[in-house]
C-alpha cells in the first residue's frame, strides 16, 4: 500500500555514508525531508544535492533535519560528495541512504513492488525513485512530491511548503495559493465567524466560506 498523508512512515534500518541507524531515531523531535535519487554521479541529482547542501542553514532555522537517498552504495555516496562540494561550493553534511537492495525505496512506495535493477544499471532503471518526503516530529507524513528524471527540484517550494506546513502544524488555519511566510491565512470551517475573531482577532470575511487573517507568528 502507498505511504498516505497522515501516515505513521515505517521506522526502517537505514544504512547511510554517515553509519546506520533506525528512521525515528534519526528523526528524533525534529521535522525531516527526505529526498531521492535514482543514481549517485548524476548531473540533475548532484544540482539538486548541492542546492541542499547550500540550505543547511534554512534547514537549521527551521528545526529540520535533511537526509537523502541513492541506489548506490557507501563509498559511492562519500566519492560522490565530493563532486557535490566540488560543484556547489557547499559541504553536503546530510547522511545519504545506501539503498542498493531498493528495500528502502519498495518500502515507502517509491518503486514497484517488483522492480529489478540489473548489473550496469542506470539512473533510467530506477528512473521512479524521485520523491520528497516531509515527515512531522510525531513521525506521520506531511506531504509528498514525485518528479521525473528530467525536472529538478525546486527547493525553494520545498522551503515555501515546510514554512507552511510548520505554520499550520496544530493551528486551524491553511495556506492559499501562493502562499510565503507573512501573508494572510485561511481560517480553517472547524471555526465559526465569532470563534475565529475570538481567537485571532481580525478576520476577513470574503466568501462565507473564505475568511482570512493575519497570525502573529
Not at 535514482?38 to 529540520?64: H, I, N, Q, S, Y
Not at 559511492?76 to 565530493?82: D, G, I, R
Amino acid at each position: 500500500m502507498a505511504l498516505r498523508i497522515n501516515d505513521t512512515v515505517p521506522n526502517l534500518e537505514l544504512e547511510t555514508d554517515l553509519g546506520t541507524f533506525k528512521l525515528h531515531d534519526w528523526i528524533g523531535d525534529s521535522w525531516a525531508i527526505l529526498f531521492s535519487h535514482p543514481k549517485d554521479f548524476t548531473p540533475v541529482c548532484t544540482t539538486e544535492f548541492g542546492a541542499v547542501a547550500t540550505l543547511a542553514a534554512e534547514w537549521e532555522k527551521r528545526g529540520t533535519k535533511v537526509m537523502g537517498l541513492s541506489v548506490d552504495g557507501v563509498e559511492e555516496h562519500k566519492q560522490w560528495k565530493a563532486d557535490i562540494e566540488t560543484f556547489s561550493g557547499a559541504t553536503p553534511t546530510f547522511p545519504i541512504i545506501a539503498d542498493e537492495s531498493l528495500a528502502v525505496s519498495k518500502a515507502l512506495d517509491m518503486l514497484p513492488a517488483d522492480a529489478y535493477l540489473p548489473d550496469g544499471r542506470t539512473a533510467a532503471d530506477s528512473a521512479s525513485v524521485r520523491v520528497v518526503f516531509i515527515i512531522s516530529p510525531d513521525k506521520k507524513l506531511q506531504l509528498s512530491m514525485s518528479y521525473p528524471m528530467s525536472v529538478g527540484r525546486n527547493f525553494a517550494e520545498v522551503l515555501r511548503a515546510l514554512d507552511a506546513l510548520q505554520t499550520s502544524y496544530g493551528e486551524p488555519v491553511a495556506m492559499p495559493a501562493n502562499w510565503q511566510v507573512g501573508d494572510e491565512v485561511i481560517v480553517a470551517l472547524s471555526l465559526n465567524d465569532e470563534q475565529a475573531k475570538a481567537k485571532y482577532g481580525e478576520v476577513d470575511i470574503k466568501l462565507p466560506y473564505l475568511r482570512t487573517t493575519k497570525l502573529d507568528k
